[in-house]
């Protein structure tokens, strides 16, 4: 069972969903060749795609073409359903940072077809995470410097004020989808400047007053 584990307490929530938005950086939208979202655009992730802090991201053998994408994580620490944006943030217990590794390949046959992404966004160790903070330790999630290097040479970096939606956001509208539970973790997009990787890369992602992720590449 996949946990969610927090630097400063011995607190553990197992893992629920995972909720992923998509193009919620203009400036990815942009890079991907793809229009800006007039709403969040959603996929899930499974739990088991889980891998913590000092793991390895393992490239299935049917992809030859893995991108990295560091993204803020939201840790749901109260269940709710159709939640109002003005009550959003009671339902946030903590941040994270994450890396929704991608099968780029894959991915692009599927769109090309019409069929959904789940192979290439869900496969076993797709969803690299670290520990995470509770929400009194950030002082404003919409303000945090977020950063990936890989092998040391920084390929990502922005900050969290230039996402397209608030976390307000994204909680009202998922929740007007998804019932959110205990566990749950939110995906929340990356900014531009994804990239391929390959097996023995060394990634570290960064996100401001929430601590650092290094995982490697196999």
Known sequence: MALVQFRHSDKKFPVGKIVCLGRN??????????ETPEAPVLFLKPSTAI??????????R???????EVEMVVVVGKSGTRIPKHEAMEYVYGYAVGLDMTLR??????KKKGL??????GFDTSAPLSDAVEKEHVTNPHNL????????????HSNTRNMIFSIEEMIAYI???FTLEVGDLIFTGTPEGVGGVVSGDQLEAELESVGILRVGIQ
Do not use: C
């Open 25 to 34: 950086y203009a400036a990815h939208a942009k890079e991907m060749n793809a």
């Open 105 to 110: 390949d894959v991915q692009s046959e599927a």
């Open 175 to 177: 929740s007007s989808i």
């Open 145 to 156: 410097d977020i950063t990936l290097k890989v092998n040391g040479v920084v390929r990502q």
């Open 51 to 60: 891998v913590h802090d000092g793991s390895s991201v393992v490239i299935p």
């Open 116 to 121: 959904p992404w789940s192979v290439a966004k």
């Open 62 to 68: 049917f992809s030859s073409e893995l991108h990295h």
